[in-house]
């Protein structure tokens, strides 16, 4: 599993991330050690997701969210409570945090091989991270012409003439992202 952060302080945002391969080289006693000893500490809502790789993100996620907090906030890992909005967005439960961060919020993310969080000690953050999927069955400007609809011309434009197929699915999944949170944040659907 790699690994890496970008400041992890307090008064800082912070951003750290995870990638993890998709292959199934653990064992499966391997992989029950590590379910029940989650299972112990964060509950066993993560066995509800069917997929392999679905359970491991959401492993992941609650991992660096207690990393997170623990980190930034020195909230011993037994005593972090992780509870999440109607939204879905997780939020820490604690009188703890005090008027040192009175807004202390993070958000996490995943998509593919990725997981990520981001943290801010006074402004709301939002983070959305995707993974450059190449389509298989069809070429690049088929698979993103199926979504022209729902881009400005300026979007489109920008999309299309961005250069080469790799560019072209790139400034895709940029323009797909920034839509996609920006939906989110105005409620639309």
């Known amino acids: 599993m790699g690994s890496g952060h970008i400041k992890m302080e307090p008064n800082t ?9 998709s292959s199934s080289s653990s064992t ?14 964060f509950g066993t809502s ?26 930034v906030l020195g909230i011993p ?6 509870k999440r909005t109607i939204e879905g ?3 820490l ?3 703890k945090v005090g008027m040192e961060f009175p807004n202390f919020n993070f958000n996490v993310s995943h998509h593919g091989n990725y997981v990520a969080i981001a943290s801010e000690p006074l402004c709301l953050v939002g983070l959305d991270i995707v993974s450059c999927i190449i389509p298989c069955r069809e070429t690049v400007p088929q698979f993103v012409q199926n979504f022209s609809s729902y881009f400005s011309s300026l979007e489109w434009d920008e999309i299309i003439n961005a250069g080469t197929c790799d560019e072209i699915l790139i400034e895709f999944y940029r323009y797909g992202v920034a839509l996609s949170k920006f939906s989110d944040s105005k409620n639309f659907d």
Request: aromatic content about 8%; overall charge negative.
């Open 46 to 71: 993560f066995l509800l997701f069917v997929k392999m790789e679905d359970r491991k993100r959401a492993l992941v996620s609650r991992l660096l969210q207690n990393a997170l907090v623990h980190e």
């Open 93 to 95: 439960e604690c009188d």
């Open 28 to 41: 499966l006693l391997h992989h029950q050690i590590m379910v029940d000893e989650m299972s112990l500490q």
């Open 77 to 82: 890992v037994d005593e972090i409570i992780i």
């Open 13 to 21: 945002p912070s951003l750290l991330f995870c990638s993890f391969s």
């Open 89 to 91: 967005k997780p939020y």
